[in-house]
């Protein structure tokens, strides 16, 4: 009897529905975007014609705010955040993956610090019926729930991140160097302990 190869792992159906709410936040995120500027350009061409478009700096800085906030664990994951690794990328192995996990877990603690009080923040508006003061009355939870479900969907982005590194493998939102050859690649996904 010969052996076979083992069989290519398929994602499971958690992390395809993680990275498919990742990619729809993404997404959502792209949609503001394009509200924010449909917004801007009305408020800009309609003060050349003298038209006035109701409450549409408060519109478009409500878009921008659900924008930012809903683009978080899409850019988190997809390494384009900003982070500064002057300390983490001096270690490796065993170490790197002990001080990852230690920086990952203060995010995660700071990111379900501030989702609990958007979360707070968003259901006390809905509570109290909370109106937005401008031309057109809006319940003030609308445009705060961009903001809460952005930060919730980046809590559920941090402690991905945290079972990944726990498990040995690499951060998904470390990039590969492109001057790092296919071996060097190897041999530092070997030293780290991780996997993919």
Do not use: C
């Not at 949609?31 to 109701?54: C, E, H, T, Y």
């Not at 924008?67 to 790197?96: E, N």
């Not at 996990?101 to 958007?118: M, V």
């Not at 980046?154 to 160097?177: C, H, M, N, T």
Request: zero cysteines.
């Amino acid at each position: 009897m010969g052996t076979t190869a083992p069989l290519p792992r398929s994602p499971s159906a958690l992390r395809r529905l993680l990275d498919m709410l990742y990619l729809g936040a993404g997404l959502l995120a792209g949609l503001f975007l394009v509200i924010v500027f449909l917004l801007m350009l009305a408020l800009s061409a309609g003060r050349q014609v003298g038209v006035n478009v109701p409450d549409g700096t408060d519109f478009a800085a409500w878009s921008m705010v659900a924008m930012s906030f809903l683009g978080l664990a899409h850019t988190f994951k997809s390494g384009d955040l900003i982070r500064v690794g002057l300390l983490l990328d001096r270690f490796k192995g065993r170490t790197r993956q002990a001080l990852e996990l230690f920086a990952l877990t203060i995010s995660g603690a700071f990111t379900a610090y501030f989702t609990w009080y958007s979360i707070q923040l968003t259901y006390d508006s809905w509570k109290f019926l909370d109106m937005s003061q401008g031309v057109l009355a809006v319940p003030l939870w609308i445009p705060q729930s961009g903001m809460a479900i952005g930060l919730a969907i980046l809590l559920v982005a941090v402690v991905d991140e945290i079972v990944r590194v726990a498990r040995g493998q690499r951060p998904s939102y470390e990039k590969v160097s492109l001057d790092e050859s296919p071996e060097e690649f190897v041999e530092r996904l070997v030293a780290s302990g991780g996997g993919a």
